[in-house]
């Protein structure tokens, strides 16, 4: 069967471990991989123990590629590492009548493990290709620490979403108040 990875992907399996909660995992047994998997619509066979362990594993490398202190060299060096591993058949589908982008052809005979992180590499490296490893980045609003990509036409974007933004220029407004 076909699949397609959707986007996004990547940002999605870093946010199963929120580092803002008092219970950051979200990957507490194969059975929450294989409803990841689900949710993302990506076929696999059941997931074991040493899948969800080197989901994890995979999970922590994908987010030093999203910290945008990391050098671009040492994030492509790191990337290119990454899809060195890459066992999930892919191919290329159009997107639009001049724009194509790579896709997962995944059987329901791959492991959850290789699905997903097949799936979201490509996810990056279509990112990556679209606006530059420089676009991948985490949150500033700590403790959120959610990654994105940023897709904005400068490329100044800093949080995930308004509301950290907001909540971000609170926090500095009122440090400058206490400071005066
Ligand atoms: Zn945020």
Redesign the pocket.
């Known amino acids: 069967m076909t699949q397609s990875s959707s986007n996004g992907l990547a940002e999605a399996l870093l946010k199963t471990y929120e580092v803002a909660l008092a219970e950051p995992e979200h990957l507490n047994d194969p059975g929450d991989l294989d409803a990841f998997a689900d949710r993302h619509g990506l076929t696999t066979r059941p997931a074991d123990e040493n899948q969800l362990a080197s989901t994890k594993r995979f999970r922590d490398s994908l987010r030093r590629l999203f910290d945008a202190s990391t050098p671009d060299p040492v994030r492509l060096s790191a990337l290119n590492q990454m899809l060195d591993g890459i066992s999930v058949g892919v191919e290329l589908i159009p997107v639009s009548e001049e724009r194509f982008c790579l896709t997962l052809k995944a059987t329901s005979d791959d492991t959850a493990f290789t699905v997903i992180r097949d799936a979201c590499l490509i996810d990056v490296v279509n990112a990556a290709e679209r606006y530059g490893l420089n676009r991948l980045k985490s ?1 500033l ?1 700590e403790p ?3 990654a994105f990509v940023d897709m904005s036409k400068n490329g100044s974007r800093r ?3 308004t ?2 933004a907001n909540r971000w220029h609170v926090s500095q407004h009122r440090a400058r108040r206490q400071n005066n």
Do not use: L, N
């Open positions: 949150c609003a959120c620490r959610d949080f995930c979403s509301r950290c």
